[in-house]
């Protein structure tokens, strides 16, 4: 059994998960859609969320640090928890709406960060193609969640969890 020294001791010991956000952001039906300098796939506008930072937060800090973009979350689509499968590690990701851009908003996007190519506005289909396979996973099931009435949905890798079977078992 181990000991610790002090309610501190404890929690430092406990593991710790990154957490990232991501945005869909829409303008006239199609979604913002950013490539990454480091790869030929694309991903949503987002980003790591820091220490002390809310996810909120640091969906906020992160749209205005990549395209000088204030957003208006509208809610929380979902909920991803990624196992570790690569050099990335476990990591939990929130998956935002906001409201559908101006015409000044989409007009006036700006890369700020050197860490983005380019970026552009796509309909759904062509983001799924674009996209990192965790990214792309997670938009269409968050979609078919959204179609089923869910508001926010939980997944595990980009999947639909399925919480009847677990259930069963209790």
Not at 54 to 75: D, M, N, V
Not at 123 to 133: F, I, P, Y
């Amino acid at each position: 059994m181990l000991a610790y020294k002090d309610d501190k001791d404890f929690y430092e010991s406990l593991p710790r998960k990154r957490i990232g956000v991501g945005a869909l952001l829409f303008y006239k039906n199609q979604l913002l859609v950013l490539q990454p300098s480091y790869s030929n796939e694309w991903v949503l506008p987002g980003g790591t969320v820091e220490a002390e930072e809310s996810p909120l937060e640091g969906l906020y800090r992160s749209i205005k640090e990549e395209l000088k973009l204030q957003i208006s979350p509208t809610r929380l689509i979902a909920i991803d928890y990624i196992h570790n499968r690569d050099v990335k590690g476990e990591y939990i990701q929130f998956l935002f709406e906001a409201k559908e851009l101006t015409e000044r908003q989409a007009q006036g996007l700006q890369l700020l960060k050197d860490d983005f190519k380019e970026f552009k506005f796509v309909d759904l289909e062509e983001a799924t193609k674009l996209l990192t396979a965790n990214a792309a996973k997670r938009l269409e099931s968050a979609l078919i969640a959204l179609q089923d009435g869910q508001v926010t949905s939980y997944l595990e890798d980009g999947n639909l969890a399925s919480f009847r079977a677990e259930m069963a078992l209790l």
